[in-house]
């Protein structure tokens, strides 16, 4: 449970450039090999990214915004798929952005 007599804005903020800071090797690095990353938001929400390693041009990052059982440690399934328009840093904090917001149900 979060706390809202914060600023919600800055702890979405804060998640955000927590997120990011996992996640911003997949479009700093130009390789031929997937590259992938992840950030546990809490012990059932994951964020998964991988990039493909084809070339710069014509890629996109994955994000999956996945959930898993609190005793068990097994994923249940996606909660949500989104992809990026491209390998640059403002489409990557897009969907990292909208993938917080649905954490935190705003």
Known sequence: MVNWFVNKQEVIS????????????????DV???ITGNYWIDNTHNV???????????????????LYDSFSGDIIGDIAV????DR???????????????????
């Not at 955000?16 to 690095?29: K, P, S």
């Not at 998964?48 to 996945?66: P, R």
């Not at 989104?82 to 328009?85: A, F, I, K, S, Y």
Request: aromatic fraction near 12%; charge should be negative.
């Open 32 to 34: 031929d090999e997937p």
């Open 82 to 85: 989104l992809c990026t328009e």
């Open 14 to 29: 804060k998640t955000v450039n927590a997120i990011m800071g996992e996640l911003d090797h997949l479009i700093l690095f």
């Open 88 to 106: 640059s840093i403002e489409s990557l904090r897009q969907c990292v952005t909208d993938i917080v917001k649905m954490y935190y149900g705003e």
């Open 48 to 66: 998964f990214a991988f990039n493909d390693g084809n070339s710069k041009e014509d890629e996109w990052i994955e994000l999956h915004y996945e």
